[in-house]
C-alpha cells in the first residue's frame, strides 16, 4: 500500500490538471482581448503591476456581494448612482425598467469610468485584501480607464436600456407562454438548469435562408436573459436585459458580442423587424 501523503500528491496533482484542462480554453481566449489587462496583453491599456488574467475583475476570496455576480473583484456603486433609460420618457420603451443592477452594474464597475481599472478589492499574492478597493501598485501603457464608447459613464441614457423587462414584460410565469406585452420581439426560450429556471433568445439563424432556426438549447452565443424579482418593478420575477445579454467579456469577438452583428444579427435576435 502507498503511503497515504504519496496519496495525496497524486490526487491533487490530478485536481490540478483537470482544472487546468478545463481552464485553457477560456483562458486563452480571454489573453487575446483587450480584457487582459496585465503584462502582455494585446490592447490599447495594459497594466505591468501583474500577468494575472482574472484578478482585474474576480477573486476566490473576499469578493463584494452586494450584487448577484461571480466573485466580484471591485467594489460596486449604489444602484441609484446611474441615470437610467427609463428617464429619456421614450414611448419605443413598454417595459419597466429596474434599478441598475445584476450582471450589469459589475460590468460599470468598471466601465462608468469612476475608479481605475486596477483598483481591485482582493490584490494578487499575500495581505493586498481591502474592503474598500486600492489599487495595485504598477505602471499603465495606455490609460487606466476606458476610453471611447467604452467609457459609458453614470448617465445611460444614450445606452442601450438595461434592467429592462424582456419584451415589455408580461410573460405568465405559471405557464411559461406568452403572451409578451410587446409583440415586436421575439419570444424567450427557458429552461431549468442546476435547479434555477434561465431564460435566453435563440440566436440561431440558417445561413442560406437567413430564417431564423431556434433549437431551444442555451449556448453562449445565444442572448442571455437574467431573471429579477424587483420590488419596484411590476410583473413579479420577469426575465431581464443586462449587458451580458448581447455581451460575453471572456470571447475574442469585435466589441465582445456574443454573435457577429452581419446584417444585424445581434438586435434582430430579440427584436422581430
Known amino acids: 500500500m502507498k503511503p497515504y501523503h504519496l496519496y495525496l500528491k497524486k490526487l491533487g496533482f490530478a485536481v490540478l490538471t483537470v482544472s487546468a484542462f478545463a481552464w485553457t480554453g477560456?483562458?486563452?481566449?480571454?489573453?487575446?482581448?483587450?480584457?487582459?489587462?496585465?503584462i502582455g496583453?494585446?490592447?490599447?491599456?495594459?497594466?505591468?503591476?501583474?500577468a494575472e488574467l482574472c484578478v482585474f475583475c474576480h477573486t476566490p476570496h473576499g469578493g463584494d456581494t452586494s450584487a448577484?455576480?461571480?466573485?466580484?473583484?471591485?467594489?460596486?456603486?449604489?444602484?441609484?448612482?446611474y441615470t437610467t433609460y427609463s428617464t429619456a420618457s421614450s414611448s419605443s420603451v413598454d417595459g419597466e425598467v429596474a434599478p441598475v443592477g445584476?450582471?450589469?452594474?459589475?460590468?460599470?464597475?468598471?466601465?462608468?469610468?469612476?475608479?481605475?481599472?486596477?483598483?481591485?478589492?482582493?490584490?494578487?499574492?499575500?495581505?493586498?485584501?481591502?474592503?474598500?478597493?486600492?489599487p495595485m501598485t504598477g505602471i499603465w501603457s495606455g490609460n487606466d480607464r476606458p476610453q471611447g464608447v467604452a467609457d459609458i459613464?453614470?448617465?445611460?441614457?444614450?445606452?442601450?436600456?438595461?434592467?429592462?423587462?424582456?419584451?415589455g414584460g408580461g410573460i405568465d410565469l405559471t405557464n411559461l407562454v406568452g403572451p409578451m406585452n410587446d409583440p415586436d420581439f421575439n419570444d424567450p426560450a427557458n429552461d431549468i438548469i442546476n435547479g434555477t429556471r434561465v431564460w435566453w433568445v435563440d440566436s440561431e439563424v440558417d445561413p442560406v435562408t437567413g430564417v431564423r432556426t431556434p433549437d431551444n438549447a442555451r449556448q453562449k452565443t445565444d442572448m442571455q436573459l437574467y431573471s429579477r424579482n424587483e420590488a419596484s418593478v411590476p410583473g413579479g420575477l420577469q426575465p431581464f436585459?443586462?449587458?451580458?445579454?448581447?455581451?460575453?467579456?471572456?470571447?475574442?469577438?469585435?466589441?465582445?458580442?456574443?454573435?457577429?452583428?452581419?446584417?444585424?444579427?445581434?438586435?434582430?435576435?430579440c427584436h422581430n423587424k
Do not use: K
Request: proline fraction near 7%; include cysteine; aromatic fraction near 4%.
Open 68 to 81: 448577484d455576480v461571480p466573485l466580484w473583484n471591485r467594489v460596486l456603486a449604489a444602484p441609484g448612482t
Open 102 to 134: 445584476s450582471v450589469s452594474i459589475a460590468c460599470l464597475s468598471c466601465h462608468d469610468g469612476s475608479q481605475a481599472m486596477n483598483v481591485v478589492i482582493n490584490q494578487p499574492g499575500s495581505d493586498g485584501y481591502n474592503v474598500a478597493g486600492a
Open 153 to 167: 459613464g453614470v448617465d445611460l441614457t444614450n445606452d442601450h436600456p438595461i434592467g429592462i423587462q424582456y419584451g
Open 241 to 269: 436585459v443586462e449587458c451580458g445579454s448581447c455581451h460575453d467579456p471572456h470571447v475574442n469577438t469585435q466589441t465582445f458580442l456574443r454573435v457577429q452583428n452581419d446584417g444585424s444579427a445581434v438586435c434582430l435576435a
Open 41 to 50: 496583453g494585446p490592447g490599447p491599456n495594459t497594466f505591468d503591476g501583474t
Open 26 to 38: 477560456v483562458s486563452a481566449e480571454i489573453e487575446l482581448t483587450p480584457h487582459n489587462l496585465g
